[in-house]
DNA sequence: TACTATTTTTGTATTAATTACAATTTAGTT
DNA sequence: AACTAAATTGTAATTAATACAAAAATAGTA
C-alpha cells in the first residue's frame, strides 16, 4: 500500500489551498496511511496520543475541510457512523464482511455510473457489498 | 406504482411468522405504499397522526422486527439516518439528489455482486449514486 | 369465560455521534 | 510589533437510536 510522506500530505493540503496546520496534517496523514477506513473516534485517539490537549471538535473541524476540498471521502457502511476514506485513488467499492468487522477495498466497474437513468447527472457513486470474508468463511467452517 | 392492500400486508407479515399488531401494520402499510425511503421520525409522524399515545420506540421496534424478517431494507443515504425501504420487490439502486433531497430508485445491474473479490461471501448489495436530479438541473440552468 | 403465558407497547432514561458557537490561541502579513 | 484572518478549544446542545423495566394487550388453553 503506498504510504504518503509528510511532505506528500503537505503538498495535497497546499495544492487544495489548505492551510497544513499540524492537526489537520495529523488527521490526512493518519487516514492516508492506515487505510482502515477509520472512524472519527479513531482518528481522535490517535491524535490525542501524538499531541496532547486536542479537542474532537478539531478532528470534526478537519474532517470537514478535508471532505469539502475532496481529499477525503466520507463512507457509511451500515452504523450510522461516518468512515473517512481517501479520495484521491482509483475509485473502488467496499465490502463490510458482516463477522469481523472489517472493511475490504473491492473493485469498481468503470461504467457503473452508466447505471443511473438518463437525464441523472452523477457525482459519486458507492457500491458497498455486505457480506462474509473468506478468513470468516474459513473460520464458520471448521466448526 | 404497486399499492399494498391491508389484507395484502397483513398476509405478509403472517407469512413471516409476524403478528400483524395494528402499529406494525401501520408501520409496513407506510413504507410499502409511500416509497419515499422515510426516516423513522416520518414513519412515527404518520402513525401518531393516525393513532394517539403511539410511541417511538414502537416504531422502532416494528422496524427492527420488519427487517429482521427481511421484509424491510435499511438503507443509508447520506445522513446518518437510517432511511426504509420495501425488500420485497425487484432489486434496485437508488440515486439522491443534492439539490431537492429526494431519492429516486435506479437500476440495478443483474451480475453486480460479481465485481466483489473472489472468496467473499456476497449477502446484500447497496448501489448508491448522487449528484443533480433532472428537475433540479432545470431549474439551475434557469436561472 | 377465565386464567396464564407470551408478546407488544409504553415511557423514561441513556448512549453515541455530531454540531453549534463563542472565546482563545496561533500564524501570516504589513 | 501590530494587525488580521484562520485554527483550535471547550462546553453545551442536538439528534438518532437503544436499553430496559413496567404496563397493557393478545392468544391459547383449561
Redesign the interface.
Known amino acids: 500500500m503506498e504510504i504518503f510522506s509528510e511532505r506528500k500530505i503537505i503538498e495535497m493540503l497546499r495544492q487544495a489551498g489548505i492551510r497544513p496546520s499540524i492537526h489537520r496534517l495529523s488527521v490526512l496523514e493518519y487516514v492516508a496511511n492506515n487505510r482502515t477506513h477509520p472512524v472519527a473516534e479513531e482518528i481522535y485517539e490517535f491524535i490525542a496520543s501524538k499531541y496532547t490537549g486536542v479537542s474532537k471538535t478539531t478532528v470534526y473541524n478537519s474532517l470537514h475541510t478535508l471532505v469539502e476540498a475532496q481529499i477525503l471521502r466520507?463512507l457509511?457502511m451500515?452504523s450510522?457512523?461516518?468512515r473517512y476514506d481517501l479520495a484521491i485513488q482509483k475509485p473502488h467499492?467496499h465490502?463490510k464482511c458482516?463477522s469481523c468487522g472489517k472493511i475490504?477495498d473491492?473493485?469498481?466497474?468503470a461504467d457503473?455510473?452508466k447505471?443511473?437513468?438518463p437525464?441523472?447527472?452523477?457525482?459519486?457513486?458507492?457500491?458497498?457489498?455486505?457480506?462474509?470474508?473468506?478468513k470468516c468463511?474459513k473460520i464458520t467452517e471448521n466448526k
Chains 1, 2 share one sequence.
Not at 106 to 109: D, E, G, H, S
Open positions: 466520507p457509511e451500515g450510522n457512523t461516518t467499492s465490502f458482516k475490504f473491492m473493485n469498481l466497474p457503473i455510473d447505471m443511473a437513468a437525464g441523472f447527472r452523477v457525482e459519486s457513486t458507492d457500491l458497498h457489498f455486505a457480506g462474509v470474508c473468506p468463511i
